[in-house]
T-cell receptor
Framework: DVKVTQSSRYLVKRTGEKVFLECVQD?????MFWYRQDPGLGLRLIYF???????EKGDIPEGYSVSREKKERFSLILESASTNQTSMYLC?????????????FGDGTRLSIL | KNEVEQSPQNLTAQEGEFITINCSYS?????LHWLQQHPGGGIVSLFM?????KKHGRLIATINIQEKHSSLHITASHPRDSAVYIC???????????WGAGTKLIIKP
């Protein structure tokens, strides 16, 4: 079974802090994704990556950056956290052509910015 | 108007009832996904379909491409089916995924 592991289930940070969310997958998937999920809204894609050192902006990249130095790890960085970035963050990975294959999700990180 | 609409937003039913969750979309698609999100947060892919019908255990997913509509059915529902069910469509114009807001299902014993 594919395992996607997010480093924290719950995280509390302060406004202005630099925040790192880590995601690791163990199935050698080419594609990795970061989403945020807010009540009443569908998942919104922040960034995705289809290969090491490659990244593509999703629908809401502002205020975020990503890093993919190794195939199994995809990091989401909040450069200067703000209260409107309080959300559930979900990492996913998939094989092959980016959006055609089912995505495998981590358990999510519930991030609160105070 | 959202490109992917799910209905109902919330559904509470008794154990054993037949459940239907609907997904309507307004764009051309090449595939549609149904996913399940448990209260803990993790999301699991249930089905990916582009035509007809798929069945897995007590879950059935159907899609009508002409009507731009898909349904997820649960037979003999059980409290462990309580979750948020999410529909996502893969657009055929740019191969991006558009996500529905989800249907929160509660099955009472």
């Amino acid at each position: 079974d594919v395992k996607v592991t997010q480093s924290s289930r719950y995280l509390v940070k302060r406004t202005g802090e630099k925040v790192f969310l880590e995601c690791v997958q163990d199935m050698d998937h080419e594609n990795m994704f970061w989403y945020r999920q807010d009540p009443g809204l569908g998942l919104r894609l922040i960034y995705f990556s289809y290969d090491v050192k490659m990244k593509e902006k999703g629908d809401i990249p502002e205020g975020y950056s990503v890093s993919r130095e190794k195939k199994e790890r995809f990091s989401l960085i909040l450069e200067s956290a703000s209260t409107n970035q309080t959300s559930m963050y979900l990492c996913a990975s998939s094989l092959g052509t980016a959006f055609h294959q089912p995505q495998h999700f981590g358990d999510g990180t519930r991030l609160s910015i105070l | 108007k959202n490109e992917v609409e799910q209905s109902p937003q919330n559904l509470t039913a008794q154990e054993g009832e037949f459940i239907t969750i609907n997904c309507s979309y307004s764009v051309g698609i090449s595939a549609l996904h149904w996913l399940q999100q448990h209260p803990g947060g993790g999301i699991v892919s249930l089905f990916m379909l582009s035509s007809g019908k798929k069945k897995h255990g007590r879950l059935i997913a159907t899609i009508n491409i002409q009507e731009k509509h898909s349904s997820l059915h649960i037979t003999a529902s059980h409290p462990r089916d309580s979750a948020v069910y999410i529909c996502a469509v893969l657009m055929d114009s740019n191969y991006q995924l558009i996500w529905g807001a989800g249907t929160k299902l509660i099955i009472k014993p």
